[in-house]
């Protein structure tokens, strides 16, 4: 499973929309860089994926797919 999958199956596992991940994790720019990362058209960078898994609960390793 690709990162933006995983992003997406636990977002949505806690219910949460895309802006309440963007505004949760503190990320900068626009809200619809979520969207583009659960797409798969761009990928987020490991201090975004830290604080995109903090929010969601999981590791940086499960957001990339790197556990088993």
Same mark, same amino acid.
């Given at each position: 499973?690709?990162?933006?999958? @995983? #992003?997406r199956?636990?977002?949505e596992?806690?219910? /949460? &929309? ?8 503190? @990320?900068? !720019? &626009? ?17 975004? /994926?830290?604080? #995109? ?5 999981? &590791?940086?390793?499960? /957001?990339? !797919?790197?556990?088993?």
């Amino acid at each position: 499973m690709k990162t933006g999958q @995983l #992003i997406r199956r636990h977002r949505e596992s806690l219910g /949460l &929309t895309q802006a309440q991940l963007h505004d949760q994790a503190g @990320l900068a !720019g &626009t809200r619809i860089s979520i969207s583009r990362y659960e797409c798969n058209t761009h990928a987020p960078n490991i201090y975004t /994926l830290r604080r #995109i898994a903090r929010v969601v609960g999981v &590791t940086v390793d499960e /957001l990339i !797919g790197d556990e088993p």
